[in-house]
């Protein structure tokens, strides 16, 4: 199982970006895709998560602004962040399970699988 998270950039406060989760060694129906950041000297946190089995959960912070979306034919996991803000300036992981998000899918210990980060810098 890879996780290939890229899509990050600097970006100004209102503007958008896609980040980008490519998985190979699994197919993605079967596993739930959750995003986490990490601001400096924060502890990692849930942002959003998507499977089959039980649909979307976003954090509160980022509902209305972020979307998350899949697509089978590419194994990729998207996520649309518009609105942004400086407070989402962090680094963005993708990570992966089996089965599905669940009620406690904001909490990172619960993910096996885990690409490498993509940094968002949301500044003017």
């Known amino acids: 199982v890879q996780l290939q998270a890229s899509g990050g950039g600097l970006v100004q406060p209102g503007g958008s970006l896609r980040l980008s989760c490519a998985a190979s060694?699994?197919?993605?129906?079967?596993?739930?895709i959750a995003w986490f950041r990490q601001a400096p000297g924060r502890e990692r946190r849930g942002v959003s998560c998507i499977s089959s089995r039980d649909g979307t959960y976003y954090a509160d912070s980022v509902k209305g602004r972020f979307t998350i979306s899949r697509d089978n034919a590419t194994n990729t996991v998207y996520l649309q962040m518009n609105s942004l803000e400086p407070e989402d300036t962090a680094d963005y992981y993708c990570?992966?399970?089996?089965?599905?998000?669940?009620?406690?899918?904001?909490?990172?210990?619960?993910?096996?699988?885990w690409g490498q980060g993509t940094l968002v810098t949301v500044s003017s």
């Open positions: 060694g699994f197919t993605l129906g079967y596993y739930a």
């Open positions: 990570a992966s399970d089996p089965g599905p998000c669940g009620k406690t899918w904001y909490v990172w210990r619960t993910y096996a699988y």
